[in-house]
Each structure stands twice: as structure tokens, then as C-alpha cells.
């Protein structure tokens, strides 16, 4: 990429901005509506860090009573993932290093093994006080952050520590997303030592500051030391713009979050010059009226890629004038791996790797475009920017088709007229929910638990916020609402947008759990709605889930 780069001070606006600031923290007091922003977001940083160590504490002074094994030892660590449904897990680990408790269940596994060896661990151990780690890489495939509290006994002794894991954007997201959506600014989050952990360019978390090649130009690399190294300053960079779309200068400004050891850079970006409206057509909305006729667009351009070879097909797909780009309609290609091959609107894009982006409600969409190409093709929602409206979130379907077994192609259309306007605090509520009912089913057992579970007038099933439950082959377990139905498979099941979604649930609860979309009946308006399920698996058997609905539009 061109990264050119102009440097520039801002010495007058800087020493307005950060009148007073004496400290790492960031900005003390703000002076401008970005500062102001700046210093709302580094304060919900540090708010959504404090109350994990609130919840690491408190589940400290049961665990000095219980010990660190055991069942009261994992009644503690889940109580305590209880009150932050969002994190990934929680253990307890040895003097010696040894993971001696974890929760949730799947994460049993890992008991026993020594992790002494890790440097988050061998820090919490050496410390013995509350500690933010750096990110480190998850067996997962991803990169998390454990966040620990010693655990002394009642008569003072050391019996190790308790963390809660979870994945840095996450965190981060619920803290900034509130304060920056509808504002003209973007922010991205980076370590001292140059990793990204949050952008809301998803493309570039995990990515390192001075070991990236995109990053290689000299004046890029000069801006990128004076963040990492100041903890507060200004300046101005070109890179590409949100959307991938064109390469653009930025006015950065930034400051420091953290705490407990942990020190971030929060940096708030904005473009210069006009922001892109949406009022002229950029080739990257949908134009298409029916998800048929978007079928055959897209399979159109799967017969195209087998009939001339990828190279060829990649450089059509990838002509901003090409065949295939109509209107405001383009296609899309992918490596089975999640790299992407065509993207002709953003071509900033070419060669990174999605597989692990997640819409805003934390829909893991390229990944499931993936599954559904391996399947043999498919539809798949998502949320996503629409140029044509302001750049508003709004859902999306698209279908994928395989051309061979290395890659896939897709394209897309907005249904504008379904509500994906979701909250946090209804999706923790949901989280919450589906955890208590996979907790209730491990404690009672399946049978009971699906009594309960269909039980139109227990606790289980009120109105649209009911449990339903899947056996991982596609058998209905639990489903109040619809008796009839329960005992019957629905592998394969389509909903009114021709999204395989019982598939789909599966498929995310056996890497864990997860939220997806789907457009189902809600028994509280009698009407279909779009509804934004959320999953996990009780064993190897079976899962559980629910959702939460949008407004019927």
C-alpha cells in the first residue's frame, strides 16, 4: 500500500488537549468534543477493567474458604463468569503452575495441565497481586488476556491465583462502541510493545505495529514509536479509511488506558476532508431485489471461475469496470481459509485474513460463510455498513458457492427493512440466560431439564425470551412454542431467507457457542422478526439456546 505518511505536531492543539495531564492515564480533563470523546472512552476502558477485578476479588474471599479445587472452588468461577457472561473462561492455578479448577465445562480439559511456563502465569505467580496481562495467543487460534487476583488462604497462605480470560476487543468494544457509534470518529487500541487488540477496522487486531509489512514505510513506523512510547500526544497519518476503500490522512489523537500493569494506548482517529455520505453509488450496495436473483448472480460467477481458471476469474471479480460488477452489485471471493481473494470495492482488504472478524452483535460471519461454502453453498446474515444509508449498520444476506475446495465466491444484498438493532444489555441478559439454562441442564440432567425446558408455564419459556434445545445431528429437544415439532430433525432446515439455521446453531456450538442470526416466528407478536440467538453446548450431545427479537417492521 502507499503509506505516505505526513507528520505533523499540532503543538497548540495538543497543549490544549492535554492541559494538566501529568499522568499515564491519559487525558485529565477534556477541552474539545474530541477529547471529550477520548476521555469517555479511556474511562469505560478502565470502568469495564475495574469490574473485572471486582468480580476476581470477590470470588477470592470465597475461595479462601473453599480452597482452589474442587466443586466450591468451580461454584466461585462460575459465579463469577455469571456476572460477566461475555468472558471466555475462568481457572484457578497452583503455586507450582498446575491449572487445578476451570469453567465452563468444556473447558475441563485443561485441568491438570502445567502452564508454568507462560509469562502471564509466571507474572501472576511471581506478583501475587491483581494483574492485566498482555495478550497472548489461545489454543483457539485467538489472542486473550488473563486478568488475575491472588488467593490467600484464611490464615494468609498462598494458594495460588484465579483469572478471568477474555478476548481484548470484546472488552474493549462494550466500552468504546456506545461512545464513538454515530460520532465521525474511529479508535483502535494498541499494547507498548505495538499489537493492536482492538480496531474497529477488525482486519488489523492481532496485527503488530513494527513487525507488520504493511506498516514498513519509515514516517509510518516514526508515528507509530511517538504512540507507543508517549502516553499522550497528536498527530497525522495516511492509511486506508474505514471502509477499505481509498487511502486517506487521519488526525490521531491518543491517550492511556489501564490498569493493574496493564498500560494502552487509545487512539481516536478522524478523517479529513468530506466524509463519504453514501449519496453517490460506490459499487458496494445491493441491487438486487430477490436472495433467487442473488443466487444466480453468484453462481453465475462460479461457473465463470471453473470455466477460466482463479487467476483469471480473481483479476475480473477484482475490476472495479468488470462484468461482474453491476450497479451497485459486486462479487466477493475467498480462500476456504478465511483470506480474502476479491473484494473490488476494497481493495485494502486483498490477502488479510477474516476468519475471525465478528460483526457489531459479535456474529462471527466469515467463518460461517466459510462452513456454509464447505457445505456446498449457502446464505448466511450478517450486520454490516451500507453505504446507500449513511453507513448504518444493517443486516445483510449473502450467499456463498464453492468454485472448487481451496475457494468460494458470494455476494450480497441489505434487508433493510428487518430490525438488527440490538443492546448490550439484552445481550448480556441473554448470555446470562442461555448459561443458566446449560448450567440447570448439567445439574438435573437432559430429561429433566427438557421437561422443564418445554414446560410453556415454567420459568423457561417466557414469551419469545424461551430456551430451546438441539441434539448436535439436528433432532428438536426443546421447543415450547412448537410441541409438534419436538423429536423431529431438522438438519437442513431453512428459514424464510433460505438461511440453514439449525445447522448453523450446531456448527457454532461445537466450536464453543456463539451468536448467529435467524428469522423465526415470535410468539409473543405472531409475526416473524429477526432474532439474534445465542448458543453453547451442554456436552458433546447437545446444545441449548435462546434469542432476543427485533422489532417487527
Known amino acids: 500500500m502507499n503509506t505516505r505518511v505526513v507528520l505533523t505536531m499540532l503543538l497548540v492543539g495538543l497543549a490544549l488537549l492535554f492541559a ?12 474539545s468534543t474530541e477529547n471529550a470523546t477520548l476521555f469517555n472512552a479511556i474511562s469505560a476502558i478502565n470502568a469495564e477493567l475495574s469490574n473485572i477485578r471486582d468480580q476476581n476479588l470477590a470470588s477470592t474471599q470465597i475461595l479462601a474458604g473453599t480452597g482452589i479445587t474442587g466443586s ?19 481457572v484457578t492455578i497452583s503455586p507450582e503452575g498446575i491449572i487445578v479448577a476451570a469453567i465452563p465445562e468444556h473447558y475441563h480439559h485443561i485441568v491438570g495441565r502445567d502452564v508454568n511456563y507462560q509469562g502471564p502465569v509466571q507474572e501472576a505467580l511471581s506478583m501475587k497481586v491483581p494483574r492485566v496481562s498482555e495478550v497472548f495467543m489461545m489454543e483457539e487460534g485467538f489472542t486473550g488476556i488473563s486478568q488475575s487476583a491472588p488467593v490467600f488462604a484464611k490464615d494468609g497462605s498462598y494458594l495460588g491465583y484465579t483469572d478471568v480470560t477474555y478476548r481484548p476487543e470484546t472488552l474493549i468494544a462494550r466500552a468504546v462502541d456506545p461512545i464513538i457509534d454515530g460520532t465521525p470518529y474511529n479508535l483502535w487500541v ?15 487486531i ?19 514509536t511517538r504512540i507507543t512510547s508517549e502516553p499522550t500526544g497528536a498527530g497525522t497519518y495516511r492509511y486506508w479509511d474505514r471502509d477499505w476503500d481509498r487511502e486517506i490522512d487521519k488526525d490521531a489523537l491518543w491517550g492511556t488506558a489501564g490498569i493493574d500493569g496493564a498500560e494502552w494506548r487509545v487512539v481516536l482517529t478522524r478523517e479529513r476532508g468530506p466524509a463519504n455520505t453514501g449519496a453517490v453509488s460506490t459499487g458496494r450496495n445491493a441491487s438486487l431485489n430477490h436472495a433467487a436473483d442473488l443466487d444466480a448472480y453468484v453462481n453465475g460467477a462460479a461457473v465463470f471461475a471453473r470455466e477460466k481458471g482463479r487467476i483469471e476469474a480473481l483479476r475480473e471479480f477484482n475490476d472495479q469496470k468488470g462484468r461482474f460488477v453491476n450497479g451497485e452489485q459486486y462479487i466477493f471471493g475467498y480462500d476456504m481459509n478465511g483470506t480474502v481473494l476479491a473484494l473490488p470495492f476494497q481493495q485494502g482488504l486483498i490477502g488479510a485474513n477474516r476468519m475471525g472478524v465478528q460483526d457489531v452483535h459479535g456474529v462471527a460471519f466469515i467463518r460461517a460463510m466459510v462452513e456454509a461454502a464447505t457445505r456446498g453453498g449457502g446464505r448466511v446474515y450478517y450486520v454490516y455498513s451500507n453505504p446507500a444509508e449513511g453507513f448504518a449498520e444493517q443486516l445483510k444476506l449473502s450467499s456463498v458457492v464453492p468454485v472448487d475446495g481451496e475457494w468460494f465466491v458470494g455476494s450480497g444484498i441489505y434487508l433493510t427493512h428487518m430490525d438488527a438493532n440490538f443492546t448490550r444489555s439484552e445481550k448480556d441478559a441473554l448470555m446470562q440466560r442461555v448459561h443458566a439454562a446449560r448450567d440447570f441442564a448439567r445439574q438435573e440432567g437432559r430429561n429433566a431439564a427438557l421437561t422443564a425446558f418445554n414446560d410453556l408455564s415454567g420459568e423457561w419459556a417466557p414469551g419469545g425470551k424461551y430456551i430451546f434445545a438441539y441434539a448436535m445431528d439436528g433432532t428438536t429437544l426443546a421447543l415450547p412454542h412448537q410441541p409438534e415439532i419436538i423429536g423431529t430433525n431438522r438438519h437442513g432446515f431453512k428459514d424464510h431467507y433460505g438461511v440453514e439455521i439449525i445447522d448453523w446453531e450446531i456448527e457454532v456450538a461445537r466450536q464453543g457457542g456463539g451468536f448467529i442470526y435467524v428469522v423465526y416466528l415470535n410468539p409473543e407478536t405472531g409475526f416473524e422478526a429477526l432474532k439474534l440467538c445465542y448458543v453453547v453446548p451442554v456436552d458433546e450431545e447437545w446444545l441449548v439456546g435462546s434469542g432476543v427479537y427485533g422489532e417487527t417492521v
Open 72 to 90: 466450591g472452588a468451580e461454584l466461585a468461577l462460575q459465579q463469577k463468569l455469571d456476572n460477566l457472561p461475555w468472558a471466555l473462561s475462568s
Open 206 to 224: 492481532g496485527k503488530n505495529l513494527f513487525t507488520d509489512a504493511s506498516y514498513k514505510n519509515p514516517d509510518l513506523q516514526a508515528v507509530f
Open 190 to 204: 494498541v499494547q507498548t510493545d505495538g499489537t493492536i487488540i482492538y480496531d474497529v477496522m477488525e482486519e488489523e
Open 20 to 31: 494538566g495531564c501529568t499522568t499515564p492515564g491519559g487525558p485529565q480533563s477534556p477541552h
